[in-house]
C-alpha cells in the first residue's frame, strides 16, 4: 500500500483524536516499518489493518466508521492533489464509471507497485450498480469514497451495500 494512503490516515488520525493518540498508536501496534512513512514508498498493506484494529480499541469507535471517515478524508486528499480527475465531471456517476478505465489506470502508471482494487460499474440516468473487488477488503473505505463524491457533487445518494462474498472481497453498491 502507498505511503500516501498512511501519512494522510495519520494526518487524520491527529486532526480527530490529536498528536498523543498518533503517538500512542504508532507505539502500541506491531509495525514492521516502524511507523514512519514516506508518500512515494510502499509498505505491507496489513499494517494499515492493524493500525485502524488498533485504533478502534484505543477509540471504542467500530471499524467500518473509521474506514468510512477515512475514505471521506482521502477523497478531499485526491481531490486537492489530483484535481485533473474531477475537473469535468458533473455527477457522481461519471466520476464513479470511471476510477476503473480511467482513475485508476492512471494511479497505476504513476505508481506501479500501488494495489488497488477493481470497480465493475453499470449505469442508467437514475440507478449505478457498483461491484467492488479486492483482497485488501477495504470495502467501508470505498463506501466513504463514494458519499464523498455524492456530497461533492450535491447529489442526494442511497447507498445499498450488499456483500457477494462474505469476507467481503467481494461487494456490490446499490447507488439510486
Ligand atoms: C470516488 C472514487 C474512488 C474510489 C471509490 C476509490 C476506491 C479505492 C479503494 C477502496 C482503495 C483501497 C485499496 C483497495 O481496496 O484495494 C483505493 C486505493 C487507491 N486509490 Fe482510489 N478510489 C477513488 C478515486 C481515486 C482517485 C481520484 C485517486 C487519485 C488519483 C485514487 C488513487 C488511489 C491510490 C493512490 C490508492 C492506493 C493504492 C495503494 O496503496 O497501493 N483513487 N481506491
Known amino acids: 500500500m502507498k505511503g500516501i494512503v498512511f501519512s494522510e490516515f495519520l494526518d487524520l488520525v491527529e486532526e480527530k483524536f490529536g498528536l498523543e493518540l498518533v503517538d500512542e498508536l504508532i507505539e502500541s ?7 514512519s512513512y514516506t508518500a512515494v514508498g510502499t509498505y505491507p498493506h496489513s499494517e494499515m489493518v492493524s493500525m485502524v484494529v488498533r485504533l478502534s480499541e484505543l477509540t471504542k469507535v467500530p ?9 471521506r478524508h482521502l477523497f478531499q486528499t485526491f481531490h486537492k492533489n489530483y ?20 482513475i485508476h489506470v492512471e494511479v497505476k502508471k504513476l505508481y506501479p507497485d500501488a494495489e488497488l482494487p477493481r470497480f465493475e460499474a453499470e449505469r442508467s440516468d437514475a440507478e449505478m450498480t457498483l461491484i467492488y473487488r479486492s483482497e485488501r477488503k477495504m470495502s467501508d473505505l470505498a463506501l466513504g469514497l463514494i458519499e464523498a463524491a455524492a456530497e461533492h457533487y450535491e447529489t442526494d445518494l442511497k447507498v445499498e451495500k450488499e456483500l ?10 446499490k447507488l439510486s
Open 83 to 102: 484535481p485533473g480527475f474531477f475537473a469535468e465531471v458533473k455527477h457522481p456517476f461519471d466520476l464513479l464509471e470511471q476510477i476503473d478505465n480511467h
Open 63 to 71: 471499524v467500518s466508521d473509521l474506514l468510512n471517515v477515512f475514505g
Open 164 to 173: 457477494l462474498k462474505a469476507d467481503g472481497s467481494a461487494v456490490k453498491f
Open 29 to 35: 501496534t506491531e509495525l514492521p516499518s516502524g511507523g
